[in-house]
């Protein structure tokens, strides 16, 4: 049966249908909540859902991340704090719209095109992954190493600024996920003679400590009280605005999608670049950009939420996280007992399908929950931290103790909270640990499966990446990421080091 036959499923189950929505909205909840990630969400119900039944987890995740994402412009528009780091580029113009009343419209803007977006992605998830799918089965095990070696590689050439930190944060994350008892000799490593290490680091734990607990110790610092504004004015674009902004729309939902597909990136990058597409391919702008323009507003959103139907698309065809979110999908998936790979439509079509209606359910419930109870909803987001951060630190212990009912985790989850910690202190990315963590034993199933094939003969692999056409464009990618980055990487440090060795003007 085509999977497309369980695309209705979420819309004929009441409980799924509840489940999708109450998943939107608490991602809404948390995403809007300042300093809060839709990865600590997501982690926290991975922890939390894992005795549940596949469908009902995946389709809870499903909903939390659309809400999550969406929920981050909330905050930016009327707080100037993103909610996420992908709200950030909603903070440029929604902010000057709030400070000129119109809160209200810009409010409207970021719903109506985030649910475009939305749909959008979906659409492009649900006719390019079969396809998608159908191409990965002619992939090499050797293929697959290369694919997430240039998946760790794009972390650091894309999603951060610093290259050394994002490579070095990704292998340490790598050596994290290789310790414990090897799965074919069942050799010890990196154990240290500790009977609990054999069984390995859990990498939820590490997540919930990176992503919860490491920013319950960051916020901490910052316990200031935030100004509201109030919501008032128009809600909703009128048709004749709607269908002039909707070419804009497509070309950042397009972009979205494309740059959500590309393992590490996610919707940080996607919004910032459909900003900047923004701001060169508009000519007649509502307003000046960073003044309130409608379409700095729209722009980002749209490829923010387009974004989410990219980051799956390698996630279930390839077993590859799009995003930290979806490095965390990913984990729920294993722990599940499924393994995402180009036979996961064909093995488990309603798995897909669910996935498929989940989506447009959590898409229109973005709309539903973004317009209900504007001005309530901006009180919610200014809890008290000194009342919110203990709640978040008390479900991480509670998330991580209900992995394996061990205390054991509990441990690692606070030791990854501190070392998380230290690492947004010193602007260590922690993205690329979390895909390090995920993909390290992943490559190193793949290579050891491409070295059996060669029969133990690295001249042999070697030989094949220049001989296979698939194995020849990743090397490629890989040999020219590495050859771009590198002199530019080289060139800024060597720029900033002029700087600050330039004397001073002596008046």
């Known amino acids: 049966m085509a999977w497309f036959e369980y695309l209705l499923i979420p819309f004929t189950d009441p409980k799924l249908f509840f489940i999708a929505a109450f998943g939107t909205f608490a991602g ?36 939390v991340f659309f809400g999550g994402v969406y929920g981050g412009s909330r905050s930016a528009i009327l707080l100037n704090i993103p909610g996420t780091p992908s709200s950030l580029a909603a903070t440029f113009d929604g902010y000057p719209l709030a400070q000129r009343g119109e809160s209200g419209l810009a409010i409207g803007y970021a719903t109506v095109y985030s649910v475009l977006g939305g749909l959008l992605g979906i659409a492009v998830l649900a006719t390019a992954s079969p396809l998608i799918s159908s191409i990965a089965l002619s992939f090499a095990p050797r293929d697959y190493f290369l694919m997430m070696l240039l998946g760790i590689l794009v972390v650091g050439s894309v999603g951060s600024k610093d290259l050394p930190k994002s490579i070095f944060v990704a292998g340490l994350g790598m050596i994290i996920g290789l310790v414990g008892m090897d799965s074919l000799t069942g050799v010890d490593r990196f154990t240290f003679g500790s009977v609990e290490l054999k069984g390995g680091i859990n990498f939820i734990a590490c997540m919930l400590g990176l ?213 947004k202190q010193y602007r260590f990315p922690t993205g690329p640990m979390v895909l390090g963590m995920i993909l390290g034993p992943m490559m190193e199933g793949h290579f050891r499966r491409a070295i059996m094939i060669e029969q133990g003969s690295l001249l042999g692999l070697t030989t094949s990446l220049f001989t296979h056409p698939i194995s020849f464009l990743l090397t490629f990618a890989i040999v020219f990421t590495l050859v771009t980055q590198t002199p530019w990487y080289v060139r800024s440090k060597a720029k900033l080091f002029k700087q600050h060795q330039r004397p001073a003007k002596i008046e």
């Not at 948390?30 to 995946?58: F, K, Q």
């Not at 590309?262 to 919004?271: F, K, M, N, V, W």
């Not at 996280?321 to 093995?347: C, F, K, N, R, W």
């Open 28 to 63: 809404f909840i948390i995403g809007a909540l300042p300093g809060l990630s839709v990865t600590m969400a997501a982690t926290l119900l991975v922890s939390l859902s894992y005795t549940w039944d596949t469908i009902p987890a995946i389709v809870l995740i499903i909903g």
């Open 211 to 423: 992503f919860g607990l490491a920013e319950v110790l960051h916020q901490l610092r910052h316990l200031k009280k935030n100004r509201m504004n109030d919501i008032s004015g128009q809600f909703l674009p009128s048709c004749a605005q709607f269908l002039r902004f909707l070419p804009l729309s497509i070309r950042t939902s397009a972009i979205g999608v494309l740059i959500g597909s590309l393992p590490g990136a996610g919707g940080e990058i996607a919004s910032l670049m459909a900003y900047d597409h923004a701001k060169r391919t508009v000519k007649k702008p509502s307003r000046p950009f960073g003044k309130g323009a409608y379409e700095g507003v729209l722009a980002p959103d749209t490829a923010n939420m387009s974004a989410i139907g990219g980051a799956l698309i390698p996630m279930l065809t390839l077993g590859i996280p799009g995003d930290a979110v979806t490095a965390v999908i990913l984990g729920g998936l294993m722990i599940q007992g499924l393994t995402p790979g180009p036979l996961l439509i064909q093995s488990s079509p309603d798995l897909f399908g669910v996935i498929i209606g989940a989506g447009i359910i959590s898409a229109v419930f973005v709309f539903i929950w973004g317009l209900m109870g504007l001005s309530t909803f901006a009180r919610i987001v200014l809890i008290p931290k000194h009342v919110l951060l203990p709640i978040i630190a008390f479900l991480t212990v509670v998330g991580a103790y209900a992995i394996r009912n061990s205390v054991i985790d509990v441990y690692w989850m606070v030791i990854f909270g501190v070392i998380g910690y230290f690492m």
